[in-house]
Every structure is written in C-alpha cells, then in structure tokens.
C-alpha cells in the first residue's frame, strides 16, 4: 500500500436537490491532521454538497512540489504556504534548478481562493531531554521538518533568529516525512522538535504517551526585536501570540512563557489554483468554502476554529506586498458577494 494517503471524496449529488456534480478536481495537501489538511478535505466536502464538484485529495504531499503541481496545471488545487509561491517567483531556495526565469512564470500561473494561518512555527522538547529553552539548543539534534519544503526553511530561520545557530555548524538537523512525525517524536531520533503546530497541535498530543512535553514560546525580546521583525516581511509570515489559557493543552504539556503569552510566526497560506481556472468553478468553489466555514471548517477539528479561515484583514492573510500572488477574479466575485472586503492590491 503507497504510503501516500489518497483520500477520495466523490459525491455524485448535490445537497437536497439530486443535481449531479459539475466537474471532477484534483487536489493535494499535507498531513490530513494539519490545517491545510483539514482545509482541502473540508473543500471537497463542501464542494461536494453544494454540487460545485468532485475533488479527488491526496493528502500527506511536500507543499512544495504540490504547488508547482498547480502551476504547471498537473493539479487544480492545493494547500500552499506563501512563501513558496515568493521562491518560486524568484527560482531560489526549493526551486533554484528552475532558474529565476522559469520560475518566475510559473508562480505567474498560481492565484489564491481562500486564506487561512497554517501553523505557527515554534520549538517543544521531552521534559527528560533535560532542555530548558531555546539557549540550549547548541550541539542537540534537532527534528525540524521534512526533507523539503516551506516548514524546513522556516525552521531553520527561526533557530538562526532566536538561537543564532545554523545547521551543521551549531546544532545536527533531522528530517524525515510528515506521515513518519509522530515515530520521530517519540524513538528519541532528536532532543527538540521545531516543528509547524496547531493548538492544541496533534502531533504533541499523539505523542504525549512517550512522556511529559514543554512547548516554548519565543521570547519576548527577540520577538519584539528589529531582527524578527524582518523575518515577518517575509511573504507568508506574521506575528502571532496568544494567551496560554487558550493553547488548548492539558495535562501533561507545560508552555513556556515569560508572561503567560506564547509568541511566535505564524505561517499564513492558502488554497490556490492555477490562474487559468475558469471564472464560474472558483467562484463556486470560494462560496461553498464561505458557506461551509462554521458547519465543515470549524467542525473538523479543535484547532480549526481560530485558524483564520474567512478572514480577509490584509495584515493576517498576507495578501499584497512581496506575495507575488493575488486572489483568483472569480474568488473575488463570491468573497464580495458574500459581503466581505478585500484589500483592492490583491485583487
């Protein structure tokens, strides 16, 4: 059995009505256990009941690969942080052997149906690891994302930002795929995880049955300082905080924190398509998502509901700026429909 998941969500009528489906899509996403997971999967759901279309999931993908996928038109649909979209623009970092030409054309195809936060990067360790904070990083081995992607980069500045340490040199990295996370976790391959989560995140909570855990905010003066700052000029990151309290953790995980506030970057992304969806089908698809934000979304998960689905505010999605993308025409047909605003540069 492929260790890909394929989820396969085929509804042959519409909600009530008997209408038979318009189209059949291709979509794919990370772990079904994540946002951007739970987001596409609630798309075909939704999608599925309002008769818009049929879209075929396969979950468990490296972002990075699956938003070149929609921009070379190989899928119709995918789960993409924003700052992949930026580095392809520029034919850096995943995908340098494209060149700056090339990759700038295709990140030219990709436009944007709905924005959500994807995770906020952050650090947790074992209580027994006998690591106390983001200063003890030095010399450890490090689990910090997949062997390619958005997630790895991002871990990677963050320790760089905080820690002043680089891979190699300052502390020994790990990465393995998504779907062996958990494993990772828990067999002792690493000393900390800097890893994307949710809160409560999932991966913390499965792998709490190997022992007590601390998550660790920033601190709160590189948080504040002109070098984090930069970082969230990046496209796809802003800063997050929220109270402790509403972390949504039991027993048997400690947050750490100067002031009862965890701080950290969030990762802002969204469901894109390739520019060249017609007008009508990612128009239909942005309402069943509107329509389906509070009985799918929501629904799905703990962590879902303050996950930004529906949000439109410039300075949480990230629109504009250095993010070379800009929302699908026919997205903005059914956000404004529906009564919202969006920023007029990302249209």
Request: glycine fraction near 12%.
């Amino acid at each position: 059995m492929s260790k890909k998941l394929l989820a396969i969500i085929a509804a042959t009528t519409c909600l009530g009505s008997g209408a038979f489906a318009q189209s059949i899509l291709t979509a794919e996403t990370a772990a079904p256990n994540t946002t951007p997971g739970i987001s596409i999967i609630a798309l075909s759901e939704a999608a599925s009941k309002a008769g818009v279309a049929d879209i075929q999931v396969t979950a468990g993908q490296t972002l990075t690969n699956s938003v070149q996928n929609v921009a070379e038109g190989k899928t119709d649909i995918a789960a993409g942080p924003f700052i992949l979209p930026f580095l392809l623009s520029r034919g850096v970092g995943p995908y340098a052997g494209l060149g700056k030409e090339a990759g700038a054309d295709l990140a030219d195809n990709l436009a944007v149906l709905y924005t959500y936060r994807i995770s906020v990067q952050g650090m947790y360790a074992y209580d027994s690891s006998g690591i106390s904070g983001w200063d003890g990083l030095e010399g450890k081995t490090i689990f910090n994302g997949p062997p390619r992607g958005a997630a790895l980069t991002n871990s990677r500045l963050l320790i760089k930002t905080i820690a002043g340490l680089d891979e190699g040199a300052g502390y020994t990295g790990v990465q393995v795929n998504w779907g062996q996370a958990v494993k990772t976790i828990q067999d002792g391959s690493a000393d900390a995880f800097v890893l994307p989560q949710a809160f409560p995140d999932p991966r913390v909570t499965a792998a709490l049955a190997s022992g007590d855990m601390t998550v660790f905010s920033m601190p709160k003066d590189v948080f504040e300082s002109d070098a984090f700052q930069k970082v969230t000029k990046l496209p796809g990151t802003v800063s997050f905080t929220m109270p402790v309290a509403d972390m949504g953790y039991g027993d048997g995980v400690t947050v750490s924190s100067e002031d009862d506030t965890f701080r950290g970057p969030g990762t802002v992304g969204g469901d894109i398509v390739n520019k060249n969806m017609d007008f009508d089908t990612a128009k239909a698809l942005t309402a069943a998502f509107i329509e389906g934000i509070e009985p799918i979304y929501h629904a799905k998960a703990s962590f879902m509901a303050s996950a930004w689905h529906g949000v439109t505010d410039q300075a949480l999605t990230d629109m504009c700026g250095n993010n070379p993308m800009k929302y699908h025409p026919g997205a903005v047909a059914a956000w404004e429909e529906a009564g919202y605003t969006l920023p007029e540069c990302a249209k």
